[in-house]
């Protein structure tokens, strides 16, 4: 992606914007906001299946591209700093999430849990479309999505998660990746996956 900052530099750092953009990355907050929103919408311990295949197919897949193309030598680390490389990423997502979101219909996942799918497929449509002329942020996107879906599943008080979003969204400039306009509109892209919820 083109971008002012010296992303080169910065990503061989370690600091504490390092530490929480790694431990915070889309598929970590994904494996444990899909479980924990399959386990609601099911209301009992099978939702966690459920949740598991939304975080394999939203989350893991994905990262398990994308490490694939990196030992290929196609990118230098997970996160692509490059944006006209991100296009391949995202149909991977979307196909992942599609195929997900069709063996919960065939399977009679909990409507919630589906739901979520929904959202994130939807929001990884608008990051496709944004990311070919501006460098949206995913990670913000994504730590924003988790947390506004487990609010519109489990209870309101969630949304005190967005502590770990404005984090995200720290490291992310901190570490020259994104600017705060970047952050700031995948934040807001994020939230917007809770509205699957006002629709359905």
Request: hydrophobic share 50%; aromatic share 8%; proline share 3%.
């Amino acid at each position: 992606m083109s971008t002012t900052h010296n992303a080169g530099t910065s990503s061989t750092t370690s600091s504490p914007a390092r530490t929480v953009t790694d431990v915070l990355q889309p598929r970590n907050l994904l494996l444990a906001g899909m479980l924990a929103i399959g386990l609601a919408a099911a209301g009992h311990w099978t939702g966690l299946l459920w949740g598991f295949l939304g975080a394999l197919c939203a989350g893991l897949v994905p990262a398990g591209y994308i490490e694939w193309e990196r030992g290929r030598g196609t990118w230098g680390d997970r996160h692509v700093v490059d944006r006209t490389k991100r296009a391949p990423i995202f149909f991977v997502i979307l196909g992942s999430i599609g195929t997900g979101s069709a063996v919960m219909v065939l399977g009679g996942a909990p409507s919630g849990i589906l739901t979520a799918m929904l959202g994130l497929w939807a929001m990884t449509v608008v990051l496709l479309a944004v990311n070919t002329v501006w460098k949206i942020s995913v990670d913000a996107s994504v730590a924003s999505a988790v947390v506004a879906l487990l609010a519109a599943v489990h209870s309101p008080w969630w949304l005190f998660g967005y502590a770990m979003t404005a984090a995200v969204c720290w490291s992310r400039v901190a570490l020259g990746y994104h600017t705060v306009g970047q952050v700031t509109a995948g934040t807001a892209l994020g939230a917007a996956t809770a509205g699957a919820f006002l629709l359905g």
